[in-house]
Nanobody, 127 residues
């Protein structure tokens, strides 16, 4: 079993920055790929970013490319999402997820491919 706990959400003005963290426990952190997803009110959950087991491969949604950076520290069992130049349309609940099945350098953007999920953290960007 894997437990994932997000933190770092909050209220920020447009153009500001936030850093989300996802703390993992229960299984060797470097044995699974990780991803961030978000869901805004009334909308479906959408992919934000993903990172491979060792951190060498990443993927981003077009909507966040160049503004968000995903990273992980396997020694601290923690994944991060640095969010810069935030926009009101980034407002959502952000959740981290763990993928046990991809090989060491692969990532996936499909929510159905992830095995474990955190509870989420709210990010609100005011205009």
């Amino acid at each position: 079993q894997v437990q994932l706990v997000e933190s770092g959400g909050g209220l920020v003005q447009a153009g500001g920055s936030l850093r989300l963290s996802c703390a993992a426990s229960g299984r060797t952190f470097s044995s699974y790929a990780m991803g961030w997803f978000r869901q805004a009110p009334g909308k479906e959950r959408e992919f934000v970013a993903a990172i491979s087991r060792g951190g060498g491969s990443t993927s981003y949604a077009d909507s966040v490319k160049g503004r968000f950076t995903i990273s992980r520290d396997n020694a601290k069992n923690t994944m991060y999402l640095q969010m810069n130049s935030l926009k009101p349309e980034d407002t959502a609940v952000y959740s981290c997820a763990g993928d046990l099945r991809r090989s060491s350098v692969m990532v996936t953007t499909a929510a159905a491919d992830y095995d474990y999920w955190g509870q989420g953290t709210q990010v609100t960007v005011s205009s």
